[in-house]
Structure formats: structure tokens, C-alpha cells
């Protein structure tokens, strides 16, 4: 089998799976979750606030969640600069159930954006992110815009982008707290055990110098 048989056999897979997944969209059900999926995820408006969200409410915790919302605009970014590059235009073998922003449709954006947030907010432990990335990336094959390759592909993109990321998103949180076997972080904020008592320790013995020091 040649290189030829292989792509052909890849693409004949794509349309298959594809098909597949824009059936279940004749359930008016399906496909009203479907088109509301992806309405939210449109320029990764829902993944964006909720990180800026995240950021609003976790002030200890602010600037990685605003370097987690930068990596997930970042990756929407960067799947649009390929679609511009590989100019793969969007499925015609179905009736898309909604109306796209660009004519392009490799990779997803949807995908990129949702797979970033998932793996970034995920890591700052938001609920539910990955089973609702998930639940918006499998839309885009129920509404007929994308094939699983594109999905895949942004996918793979957007988990590619935290994962670089990672440690600048991290940044302010564990600065200067690396250290023990393997190099892991120790938390910022603790209760209990001896790193979370060590500040307060030291505390109590410099105001017990200080009061021996003024009674002498």
C-alpha cells in the first residue's frame, strides 16, 4: 500500500466519522445542544470569560489565571493563522446546521481554544471544563463544519500551547517555592504541616528577641 492508498483511505475515514456525527443532528434535540455549543464557543468568547472570570474571583491565584486565559486566546490565535496557511475548505458533503465566521476549517478554533482552556483551567481546578471542551469540540461534527481531522488537529494545537506555556502560566504562584525531590512546587498559601507554619514560627521568635532584648 502506497503513500497515496494510505491518504485516501485517511480521507474516506474522515467523511465516514463525520457523517456519522451530523446524523445524530437530525434529533432536534441534539442539534439545538449542538448549535448552542458552538454559538459559545464563536472567537473562544465562553473559554475567555471564564478565565477572566477565574481571575475576578481567585485573587490569590490572578495572574496565572490571566496567563491561562492569554495561552487559550493564544492558541485560538495561532489556529487561525494555520487555517490561513492550509486554506482546507469546510465539509460540503453535509448541510452545515450553522454559519461559520471563515471559509477555512483546518483546525478547528473551537477545538484549539476549548482543548487549551481545558488543560489550563483545568490545572487551576475549575469543574466540568474538559467534559464541556469535549461535549464543543464533538458540535462542530454534529453541525457539519469540520471534519475529525480538523478537530484533532486544533486539539492537539491547543494542548500543544498551554503545554509550552505551562510554566510561565504558572509564574508568580510557585516563584521561588521550587525545591525538594524532583524539583515540585510547594503550595503558596498552607495550612497545616510544616512549609504553612514556617512563616508564622519565624514570626513569633523574632517578637520573643525583641521583647527579651527590651527587658534586658
Known sequence: MDDVDVA?????????????LHTCGADPCVAAAARALSRAGEHAVVWLAAGLTGAAVDRERRGAWLRGTALTA?????SMAVKR?????????????????????????????????????????LPYVAPLAAAMCVSRLVVGVHYPSDV?????????????????MR???????????????????GGGGGGGAGPCKGGARRRGQGQGQGQG
Do not use: I
Not at 452545515?96 to 489550563?120: E, I, K, N, Y
Not at 484533532?152 to 510561565?168: F, K, P, Q, S
Not at 509564574?171 to 498559601?189: H, N, W
Open 8 to 20: 485516501d483511505g485517511v480521507l474516506d475515514l474522515d467523511r465516514r466519522l463525520l457523517f456519522a
Open 152 to 168: 484533532a488537529a486544533g486539539v492537539a494545537l491547543g494542548v500543544a500551547t498551554v503545554r509550552v506555556g505551562a510554566r510561565w
Open 171 to 189: 509564574g508568580d504562584a510557585y516563584r521561588g517555592l521550587s525545591g525538594g525531590a524532583g524539583g515540585q512546587a510547594l503550595p503558596v498559601a
Open 85 to 125: 496557511v492550509v486554506r482546507r475548505p469546510r465539509p460540503a458533503l453535509v448541510e452545515p446546521l450553522v454559519r461559520t465566521a471563515g471559509r477555512h476549517s483546518f483546525p478547528s478554533s473551537h477545538a484549539s481554544s476549548a482543548a487549551a482552556a481545558a488543560v489550563a483551567y483545568g490545572a487551576l481546578g
Open 74 to 78: 493564544g492558541a485560538h490565535l495561532a
